[in-house]
Nanobody, 124 residues
Framework: QVRLAESGGGSVQAGGSLRLSCTIS????????MGWFRQAPGKEREGVAA???????NYADSMQGRFTISQDTPKETLYLQMNSLRPEDTAMYYC??????????????????WGQGTQVTVSS
């Protein structure tokens, strides 16, 4: 059974940091793209960052320089290190898996599997 499960969300003050994790089971991360997306109330789900099986990464502009995506393939775990958090980062964060290349980047309808999300709340 394919399962993606996010963890590590919580409440943090602006300027703080969080590290999100996503464990994957039932599907191989080899030859796949792993991505983080987020959705705030009243807004559409948007791409955050993605990493391919080749190790190359892509970030949305607002996350560039603040967020870092990484993965531990043997552990089948995806990470998102979030620094310098802002109130506008408040959202439900989801991990997703896309078979094949990450290109085109951060197209959510290209992803085959999703977790149920972890809430991140950033307060002023």
């Amino acid at each position: 059974q394919v399962r993606l499960a996010e963890s590590g969300g919580g409440s943090v003050q602006a300027g703080g940091s969080l590290r999100l994790s996503c464990t994957i089971s039932g599907v191989s991360v080899n030859n796949a793209c792993m991505g983080w997306f987020r959705q705030a109330p009243g807004k559409e789900r948007e791409g955050v960052a993605a990493i391919g099986s080749d190790g190359f990464t892509n970030y949305a502009d607002s996350m560039q320089g603040r967020f870092t995506i990484s993965q531990d393939t043997p552990k089948e775990t995806l990470y998102l290190q979030m620094n310098s958090l802002r109130p506008e980062d408040t959202a439900m964060y989801y991990c997703g898996l896309k078979r094949g290349s990450c290109f085109p980047f951060l197209k959510q309808n290209q992803y085959n599997y999703w977790g149920q999300g972890t809430q991140v709340t950033v307060s002023s």
